[in-house]
Structures are given as structure tokens and as C-alpha cells.
């Protein structure tokens, strides 16, 4: 399967269901999962150690663009019962998935949506927006609007937080945070991955 496969309204693939059970944030976690969706063998290490250091504010509203399976919305929102959470993705399939793992993970602070990138959500801000971004898809045409759209979706003090492969497009994602917010900061490093910060602020 390419990278850019999952990054698609309608999979070609077969929608063939299976599970991933997993620890994150010490706490156990189960996903359904199928083929034409973002790492669906596994939690990929970009979302782990993304989600491993993700700002999760106690209340507000945050987004995962981009959700693939829901991974890390429904970490949020397991963590923080007071957080409003959404979820979107442009993969049909994924936005199933995703409804199917808040519901089985028994979450009502949770809200998906289907559309390209912010489409489907409207006027809403939020106070973080947090992405394993779709680099495969276009660094210059997917990524960089990811996060010049997140500059004017988020409330004064918000946070935007990316992963990537330090050695694939990390320099180039950096400067990205700095032409929009100004500046940027490394909070984490893991193997061979970074998460990447920049405050509205």
C-alpha cells in the first residue's frame, strides 16, 4: 500500500477489519482497524511518541486533523472527560473506523467529522490541534495548509503540535512552524522522530 493511498476519500482496498490493542499513556487501548487506513497494522512510532508527549489541555476544544483510526483524539479524550474533542479526516473509511473506536471506547466528549483538512468544521477554534501529518501526501500541498489553517482555527494561547521523521522533512516542517507562528520548539525526540510545538501566543 502507498503512503498516499490512506491520504484518499475512498479507499481501493478491501475494507478487511482487524484489532490493535495497545498501552499509551499506561493505559490499554483496542482500535479497529482495516486496510486503506493509515497504519493499520500497528500504531505507527510517529503516533506513539507523539501521543506520549502531546499537550492535553484539562478543558476546551481540541482537534486531531487528520484522525486516521482515531488514535489520538481518543487518548485525549480518555484522558480529559472535560475536553471537547474532534476528530476529522478526508478517508471515508477512517472517519467509520474512528466512530466505531469512540463508541466502543464509550466516549460521549467526542465529535467526528468527514471533510478535507478543516472543511467540515465550520467556524470552530480550538485551543490545541495535534497531527501525524500525511507528509507523503505533499509537504508544500497538504502539510504547510495544515498548519497555516491551524494558525487561524486556534484560540489566543493555543497549540499546535506535529510529529515527523527528523530525517525526512523535520527542517522542512520547522520552517513551516516559523513562517507561520514565528517560532517553534522541540518537545520531543524519539527514535528518529520529533514533535514540534508553536503556541499562538
Known amino acids: 500500500m502507498s503512503n498516499s493511498h490512506y491520504f484518499s476519500k475512498k479507499p481501493s482496498s478491501k475494507d478487511e ?13 483496542s482500535f479497529i482497524t482495516s486496510r486503506g487506513v493509515f497504519s493499520a497494522k500497528r500504531v505507527d512510532t510517529g503516533t506513539r511518541v507523539l501521543v506520549e508527549n502531546m499537550h492535553i489541555p484539562e478543558n476546551g476544544d481540541f482537534l ?3 484522525c486516521g483510526l482515531g488514535i489520538i483524539g481518543i487518548v485525549a ?7 471537547s474533542v474532534h476528530l476529522t479526516d478526508v478517508n471515508t473509511r477512517a472517519v467509520k473506523l474512528t466512530r466505531l473506536n469512540v463508541q466502543r471506547a464509550e ?13 467540515a468544521l465550520g467556524d470552530q477554534k480550538f485551543d490545541a490541534i495535534i497531527s501525524n501529518p500525511p507528509v507523503s501526501a505533499g509537504m508544500h500541498k497538504v502539510v504547510h495548509p495544515m498548519i497555516s489553517g ?21 527542517k522542512m516542517l520547522a520552517g513551516f512552524f516559523d513562517d507561520v507562528f514565528g517560532k517553534h520548539e522541540v518537545v520531543a525526540k524519539k527514535s528518529g522522530y520529533r514533535v514540534l510545538s508553536s503556541c499562538k501566543c
Not at 466516549?107 to 472543511?119: I, K, Q
Open 64 to 66: 486531531d486533523l487528520g
Open 150 to 170: 491551524a494558525y487561524e482555527r486556534l484560540n489566543p494561547d493555543g497549540i499546535l503540535q506535529m510529529v515527523i521523521q527528523s530525517n525526512k522533512g523535520g
Open 107 to 119: 466516549l460521549s466528549n467526542c465529535n467526528v467529522y468527514e471533510g478535507y483538512l478543516y472543511e
Open 77 to 83: 479524550a480518555s484522558m480529559e472527560p472535560e475536553l
Open 17 to 29: 477489519r482487524g484489532k490493535i490493542v495497545t498501552m499509551l499513556r499506561g493505559r490499554k487501548y
